[in-house]
């Protein structure tokens, strides 16, 4: 009976969408004041409903009711409470009500903190969120309904994809799916101001905290993602270029160009057509997310669906708002002419640079990602490789020849075609940082700057002079990470002023700048861990008795025992390692191989013995017709780097976020002056 309420709550919140979507907006066009106060209470009913579906499906988890379809295919009364309660999201019909739970719960927050937003953009702005709600809620219902029952309950579940069966990924989706359909405030906002045809400073200070907490959310989501990724699958890396990684980096980038670029709205109401088309285009991304991993065209460990239905819905989704929202653009383009003038050397020309570097770079990782499905729409043999790179036959498609070459797009590519927009990136911001508002003096900032420089140079010089190999990758990758902390620390000094009182005036200084240093410093840090693990990690692989030890980068390991256990609803096969350094016993690692016996499916769980500097990784593997167990052991350097990096920039998206002047909406716009002519 829950579930059968949770249904029809979905159905009352897809109608109220539709009225959300309608009447406030002929309100807003009418300036009709009753039908624009609509749209909160509709806001809110939305959200309320979905809220109550979605906790509707998760006590279907939780009590294993087995009658549900989705609950059957993806739980089992042997799993863990919290792997129950994550099952929800953990497939695609489950994730998708989350999605437009938090579509509902951003449109209920404009109606909540929007209190200083003129009535008409407000209205405008729920209205759209209605829209996207509604759009999402059809999908839900008409292709990808959660509450089906079958016929005849069977007496236990399928259990959920044992690689979904860990904490990282338990929280991954949510922060990541925050991020995601967070876009869509940026999105509502900039056809909201397409449609009243204005675009100001008031409008770049409203937009921008909507932004910043996408972005925070969607950098948490992709670095659990990659924390998973790392110690979960086995193969000791934390980024593979995958298409559904790329689907949540792309939105990354743009989202981090829409920040920078609002700011410029705001201060100087200067790229206004470009920050409204970024504003589209991230949110485009998050559409183009979702249509990867649910249209059936990849198949990823990622990936929700394999449905062509489902895919046209989401592909019909995404042309019907991208179409929309770009013809509108077009149709406003002469009405957001820039006022602001500035120079060549100005803080607005380096944020100018900052979003082109992060766009061209976002480019770059579309095209990758697509290039072998527009290859493959031409070739029935064209395949997917992600461990190579080779190049296309262009000619195949235009009937020149008759075989097409294998097409692979994987690391190679992107680390060749994506990195020098990042080295350039971390060499500009910095300096981009510090620059006044209209015009500059470089060499006046340069100087500032020295002691910043001169740090990173020796700890590039030192680095290279350590390493036993002659790679670039590592010293230059600590370089540029010392340049942007040591960056972000003099760009906080120098807000200070001079004289005594220094000290004071730092702790005083507003949240959005502590902010901004402590984001910068979290990209320093993770580009300085991402350098040195890819260029001195050391990987060994080993076939091991029982009782002996092999060397990893200086330090001892000895494979002590191997034995069986039995888990809440999986078998594990568990090596007793010791790690030792110097005859001093450092850490007793259990490295498994779990075997899933309802989904018939192994997973292998590494074993790490984390520090500041370094992270020890083990894998135990399969045991050899010889006798002994195969072994995978790893030195990564500054591994914690990368996630601790990540963190920090969230912090800074937090800080920044908790700032009053974040908190707080902006005024009235600001009345034109009357001239007065000159005699």
Do not use: C
């Not at 938090?102 to 209205?127: D, M, N, S, Y």
């Not at 990849?298 to 995404?318: M, Q, Y």
């Not at 972000?488 to 902010?515: E, M, N």
């Not at 240093?517 to 029982?546: F, N, R, S, Y």
């Amino acid at each position: 009976m829950f579930a059968e309420l949770g249904h029809f709550a979905l159905i009352l919140a897809f109608a109220v969408a539709i009225l959300q979507a309608v009447v406030p907006l002929y309100g807003a066009a009418k300036r009709n004041a009753g039908l624009m106060a609509l749209a909160e209470p509709a806001a809110n009913a939305q959200f309320l409903l979905i809220a109550f579906s979605f906790a509707a499906l998760m006590h279907a988890f939780i009590t294993s009711d087995f009658s549900l379809s989705l609950v059957t295919g993806n739980s089992h009364s042997l799993k863990p409470l919290l792997y129950k309660i994550t099952g929800v999201w953990g497939n695609h019909e489950g994730s998708m009500l989350l999605w437009s739970l938090i579509v509902a719960l951003f449109g209920a927050a404009v109606a909540w903190f929007g209190h200083q937003l003129p009535e008409t953009l407000k209205a405008r702005v729920i209205a759209v969120q209605g829209m996207i709600g509604a759009a999402f809620l059809a999908f839900l219902l008409f292709t990808s309904n959660p509450f089906l029952r079958l016929a005849v309950p069977p007496l236990d579940g399928n259990d959920l994809n044992p690689l979904l069966q860990d904490p990282g990924l338990a929280f991954h989706p949510p922060f990541l799916y925050l991020g995601y359909v967070g876009l869509s405030m940026s999105f509502s906002f900039a056809v909201a101001a397409l449609i009243e045809g204005r675009v100001d400073a008031a409008w770049g200070r409203w937009v921008r905290p909507w932004t910043l907490a996408a972005w925070m959310f969607l950098t948490v989501g992709i670095a659990l993602g990659s924390w998973w990724a790392y110690y979960e699958l086995g193969w000791g890396g934390f980024w593979f270029w995958d298409p559904v990684e790329n689907a949540s980096f792309m939105p990354w980038l743009i989202a981090a160009a829409l920040l920078h670029s609002a700011i410029v709205v705001e201060k100087r109401e200067a790229l206004k057509a470009w920050t409204i088309l970024l504003a589209i285009i991230a949110f485009g991304f998050s559409l183009t997310g979702a249509f990867i991993t649910r249209s059936g065209i990849i198949t990823s460990v990622h990936a929700f669906a394999n449905d062509p239905e489902r895919g046209v819905f989401l592909l019909l989704i995404l042309a019907v708002f991208m179409g929309g929202a770009l013809t509108l653009f077009t149709f406003r383009a002469e009405s957001l002419a820039s006022r602001g003038v500035f120079s060549l050397v100005s803080r607005e020309s380096a944020l100018v640079l900052n979003n082109l570097l992060l766009a061209v770079a976002a480019f770059v990782v579309f095209i990758g990602t697509v290039w072998p499905l527009v290859i493959e729409l031409a070739s029935d043999n064209a395949t997917w490789d992600l461990t190579l790179f080779t190049i296309p036959n262009p000619f195949y498609a235009v009937g020149l020849f008759d075989q097409p070459r294998k097409l692979s797009v994987g690391a190679p590519f992107f680390d060749l075609a994506f990195t020098p927009f990042m080295v350039i990136l971390a060499l500009v911001l910095p300096i981009g940082a510090m620059l006044p508002w209209k015009r500059a003096k470089l060499g006046r900032i340069l100087r500032q700057l020295w002691p910043a420089a001169a740090l990173a140079l020796a700890v590039l010089l030192l680095a290279w002079a350590m390493q036993t190999g002659r790679s670039a990758l590592g010293p230059v990758g600590l370089g540029l990470g010392t340049w942007l902390v040591a960056g972000a620390v003099r760009d906080l000094w120098s807000r200070t002023g001079r004289g005594t009182g220094q000290f004071g005036r730092l702790r005083r200084l507003p949240r959005a700048d502590w902010g901004k240093a402590t984001a910068h410093a979290g990209l320093g840090i993770t580009m300085a861990g991402i350098a040195a693990m890819t260029a001195w990690q050391v990987e060994d692989i080993l076939v091991v008795q029982e009782g002996d030890s092999f060397e990893l980068a200086g330090y001892t390991v000895t494979l002590d025992g191997v034995s069986e256990v039995e888990g809440p609803n999986y078998r594990s096969t568990v090596g007793e390692v010791t790690l030792s350094k110097d005859g001093d016993e450092i850490a007793q690692m259990r490295p498994e191989k779990r075997f899933y016996p309802v989904a018939r499916m192994p997973t292998t769980e590494a074993a790490l013995d984390n520090g500041f500097l370094r992270d020890i990784y083990v894998v135990i593997g399969d045991p050899q017709d010889g006798g002994g167990w195969a072994m995978r052991s790893y030195y990564k350097p500054l591994a914690n780097w990368i996630w601790g990096g990540a963190i920090l920039m969230a912090l800074g998206g937090a800080l920044s976020l908790s700032d009053r002047r974040f908190r707080v909406a902006a005024g009235a716009r600001k009345a034109p002056v009357a001239g007065v002519p000159a005699e």
